[in-house]
């Protein structure tokens, strides 16, 4: 384990998919030694989610599973059977956080629910998360990212006014929330520590995105005080006669920011500093009348760049020009490099491949990242560590208990 920040912090991980994974890697990777519990007969689900390499299915090389159990210690339990849950509380017994996104209800009906856990271990935490929450009308439900998103009130403002509502792409919603349960898991941890109790965190996806900054909260509170949304589906208008969103250069688009301030830089930018103080110009530019003559002007320079040409001339005058990256372009972004960003792991099956880095850098303990563990990979480490000699973990594997 790397000696990170979280050096010392012990996480019993039971969460699958994508939220809770990614939470706990947060963990993995600046320093606390996460043990994930796996079912023996397949593993987290994630494990059969794509990409694969060459399009290959294998449980050992689902790129989503590689990228989110980073540092983590694979153990297999199959908790259908009584001797499974006794090893698991063993476990608890052993652990600072445990972290948990069955279906809310399923660890109790098992006999190794919040009751269960905080008998055997007092001090640890829980963070349990679900689609909507351990309680509500809606606990029960079933809900992928699309239903989360849909649900949350963010998806009512994406997308084209004149069609239907749509989401961002991939597993956004998911990946957020994973980001909002690692601060409250880590807080809880923090609290348990201090006031000797575990507390128990119910962490509802769909409320992390309700309360979220990407335009929910924000229109929640709007709603509230006016009964209109501060953020709704429009379609883009040109509020004045600078040009500002997306446009196209040699090599694919651009995204620009324009106020009428900084004119000046935009004029000498495209090489037209005589523009600045054109009074013909320069007293027009609130105009949307006038932007076809801006863009007659700025568009010529922009074909004639590629992105990163027209974002380096464009930034060096103070005008805010960025390159819209595919990813391959984030792969070979300059920067990403110099900040040293992805970095290169080797795994047994899947071979060596770059991973993206720290989202934040500690100078004093920055954390490592490590490979993704195989399935039941420290099955005997962990167990030998609990109290079970190597001849009962090859009982326990011959009866399907691990």
């Known amino acids: 384990m790397s000696e990170g920040p979280l050096a010392g912090l012990r ?61 983590k210690r694979s153990v297999t339990l199959d908790l259908r059977h009584a001797t499974a849950r006794a090893i698991l509380l063993r476990l608890v017994a052993d652990a600072d956080l445990v972290v948990e996104s069955f279906r809310p209800g399923t660890l109790g009906r098992l006999g190794v629910g919040p009751e269960a856990i905080a008998a055997a271990n007092p001090r640890a935490a829980l963070l349990q998360i679900s689609n909507f929450g351990q309680s509500g009308p809606y606990r029960d439900f079933a809900a992928d990212d699309l239903l989360l998103y849909a649900m949350g009130g963010v998806m009512q403002i994406t997308g084209d006014p004149e069609r239907e509502p749509i989401k961002l792409g991939l597993y956004m919603p998911l990946f957020f929330a994973g980001v909002v349960a690692a601060g409250m898991g880590l807080a809880a941890a923090w609290g348990a ?4 109790v575990g507390e128990r965190v119910d962490c509802s996806i769909q409320e992390a995105l309700a309360a979220s900054m990407d335009r929910g909260a ?33 090599d694919g688009y651009v995204s620009i920011a324009t106020q009428i301030a900084w004119w000046p830089r935009l004029c000498r930018t495209i090489g037209r500093p005589d523009l600045i103080d054109d009074e013909r110009i320069a007293s027009r530019l609130y105009d949307p009348l006038l932007a076809e003559e801006i863009d007659a002007l700025v568009y010529p320079w922009l ?12 930034q060096a005058e103070g005008w805010p020009v960025s390159a819209l990256n595919t990813m391959d ?39 490592t990242l490590h490979r993704a563990p195989l399935l039941g990979e420290h099955t005997v480490e962990v167990l030998c560590g609990v109290g079970y000699a190597r001849a009962d973990v090859v009982r326990l594997r011959q009866l399907g208990v691990v």
């Open 193 to 196: 520590r201090r006031d000797g």
């Open 329 to 367: 372009d984030v792969f070979r972004d300059p920067h990403f490099r110099a900040r040293n960003f992805f970095t290169t792991l080797d795994h047994p099956y899947a071979g060596a491949l770059e991973y993206p880095g720290f989202a934040l850098k500690l100078h004093g303990t920055p954390g």
């Open 303 to 314: 074909l004639s760049h590629t992105k990163q040409e027209a974002m380096a001339l464009a």
């Open 218 to 250: 924000p229109n929640l509170m709007a709603y509230q005080y006016s009964g209109t949304l501060m953020s709704t589906r429009e379609r883009a208008v040109r509020m004045n006669a600078l040009p500002a969103g997306t446009y196209p250069v040699a």
């Open 11 to 71: 996480v019993l991980d039971l969460s699958q998919g994508v939220t809770g994974p990614f939470a706990t890697k947060y963990y993995a990777d600046f320093g606390a030694d996460v043990v994930k519990v796996e079912r023996p007969d397949g593993g987290d689900p994630a494990r059969r989610m794509g990409p694969f390499p060459h399009d290959v299915p294998h449980a050992e090389t689902s790129g989503m599973f590689l990228h989110l159990n980073t540092g």
